[in-house]
């Protein structure tokens, strides 16, 4: 049996969102080689996702330029990370095969997830996640003529809404959890961060609502209506193709947790990877920057990875050149944060019988005796199908307050020809 | 490609999709309601998170499991839904 091909480099940087591009450009006139990996399959991240129905912004381009115009630059789409077999390695998996990846210094710059909440009808095909709808619509998704429901919290809601009609979508409501005060808030804040303030004329939609939220899909075999209960506490009916829902972002902290890094414990980054003002995490030779250290915008996610960037390849000055600029945008993510913190009346989302785990389609009613997240795996099977509880045990940290345990390999689900793979290789080192 | 468009083929079908959309696009564009796999009480699902987390869009692709939201459409790829 053929083993792993092992492969080495100076810097190793998982993630090619803003973060991790800025990370890579700002390591790179050190001579240092640099290999980035994406589990997508082109640069970019979220935010700047490429695809026939996107449209990226300067900024975007200027990075990806950046990128490909360093030779000691390596950038890897399509390919994910599936273990840590030995300290200072990675197994990495693409469409084609496995490799084992030596790094002399590890950047991770992982990103975040939506914050997808259970209801009625959540399973049904046309509900998507907000974002979710945005980076399908960016992917191609033809949505054109269609009915759309924007629902759930955060400045994400009216990106998708821009996204959704800019494709040709209808778009009917936007429902945000929110209060008015707190949105007001943050649309008044928004003018003492550069380049944020036309972002307050978005808030004006004639769509949007506050303290809106979702209460039900309707539809036989797709959706055909959603239920919202409005600030007023009337519920609403409304007939719609679409449902596009998510509650804010989730740092992506696995890969981070499985090499041990801690995570923070106060303040708004509390569930992201601790970093100190060079963004280096708890463990020596791992950095971290961007959304999985926090959630916080593009702005904050380049500055901290062009300081780990930096700071990875021992270049101290040119690191702490970039602290204002992190410092600033630290203070846009708090008030994100603070303006749309979520309302404890989501945990009434789910009924009894809303499944929680869309992968083990385990209902509401089977988790509400529960002592916890271990109790409800082992007992409910919650968490142990295909997306090993990234969707679910978001979701249960919210309805629940369970903590899920740190993840164990392999990250993500992998073929058996990798794995197999590392074995033969470790029987050979063994032999 | 041709006029920049990509062919591949879905479940037997012929779907011919812009340059550059992902699988999970195509899906949608084959017709229905895009549904890329069965639940395991049943339930028909489409993608979900449009982001590789999820896993609901999870497809057989020349063979392969792989995530239709996360894998770019090629001439002559061949998809198979459901589990």
């Given at each position: ?18 973060a ?19 589990d ?8 700047w996702?490429?695809g ?11 990075w ?33 095969g496995a490799?084992?990846m ?20 959540w ?16 992917a191609?998704l ?20 821009a996204t ?18 707190s949105?007001?808030?943050?649309g ?21 609502r506050?303290s ?6 309707g ?6 209506s ?5 600030g ?14 998510g509650f804010?972002l ?20 509390a ?25 916080g ?33 630290d203070?846009?993510?708090a008030q ?14 789910p009924q ?33 199908g295909?997306?090993?509880g ?5 979701a249960?940290?919210l ?7 740190a993840p ?15 074995a ?8 | ?6 062919l591949?083929?879905?479940d ?29 009480s ?12 999820c ?8 063979g ?6 996360q ?5 002559g ?7």
């Open positions: 049996m053929n083993g792993v091909a092992l492969e080495r480099c100076d810097v190793l940087v998982i993630g090619a969102g803003p991790g591009m800025a990370a890579a450009v700002a390591a790179a006139p050190s001579g240092a080689s640099i290999v980035v990996i994406d997508n399959p082109a640069p970019g991240g979220q935010i996702r490429d026939p129905g996107a449209s990226l912004p300067p900024a975007a381009r200027k990806r330029d950046a990128l490909d115009g360093r030779a000691n630059i390596r950038v890897r789409s399509g390919t994910r990370v599936v273990a840590a077999p030995e300290p200072g390695e990675l197994l990495l998996e693409d469409a084609e490799v084992r030596r790094w002399g210094k590890l950047i991770l710059c992982t990103g975040a997830r939506e914050l997808l909440l259970p209801f009625p009808g399973t049904l095909p046309g509900v998507t996640g907000a974002g979710g709808l945005q980076a399908l619509i960016k191609g033809p949505v054109e003529g269609e009915r759309t429901v924007i629902a759930g919290s955060g400045p994400l809601l009216l990106a998708a809404a959704a009609r800019a494709a040709g979508a209808k778009v009917l409501r936007i429902a945000e959890q929110a209060s008015f005060a949105v007001a808030r943050f008044a804040s928004l003018a003492r961060w550069p380049g944020k303030a036309a972002q307050a004329v978005t808030l004006a939609d004639p769509c949007y506050t809106s939220r979702v209460v039900s899909a539809g036989a075999a797709k959706v055909e959603v239920r919202l209960r409005q007023n506490g009337k519920e609403v009916e409304i007939a719609c193709d679409r449902i596009a829902c804010g989730v740092p992506n902290t696995q890969l981070g947790r499985m090499l041990g890094c801690e995570l923070a414990s106060d303040g708004f980054s569930r992201g990877l601790q970093v100190d003002a060079r963004q280096a995490t708890s463990v020596p030779g791992i950095f971290a920057a961007g959304e999985c250290t926090g959630f915008g593009s702005e904050r996610a380049l500055a901290q990875g062009t300081i780990a960037g930096h700071a990875a390849v021992g270049n101290e000055r040119a690191a702490a050149a970039h602290e204002g600029e992190r410092v600033r945008w203070g846009f993510a994100l944060h603070r303006s749309f913190a979520l309302s404890p009346a989501l945990k009434a989302l009894a019988d809303t499944l929680v785990c869309r992968c083990e389609d385990v209902p509401f009613s089977a988790l509400k005796d529960c002592n916890g997240w271990t109790d409800a795996k082992l007992h409910r099977r919650c968490g142990m295909a997306c090993q990234r969707v679910c045990g978001d249960a940290q309805l629940f307050g369970w903590t899920p345990p164990r390999p392999p990250l993500s689900p992998v073929r058996i020809a990798t794995l197999a793979g590392l033969s290789e470790g029987a050979d080192a063994r032999q | 490609m041709n006029n920049g468009h990509t591949l083929n879905i037997g079908r012929l779907v011919r999709v812009k340059a550059g959309s992902s699988v999970a696009a195509a899906l949608r564009v084959a017709g229905g309601t895009g549904i890329a796999r069965t639940s395991v049943g339930q028909p699902r489409a993608p979900f998170c449009g982001m590789g987390v896993q609901e869009c999870r497809v057989l692709i020349d392969r499991r792989r995530l239709a939201c894998t770019v459409c090629a001439e790829m061949r998809v198979e839904t459901s589990e």
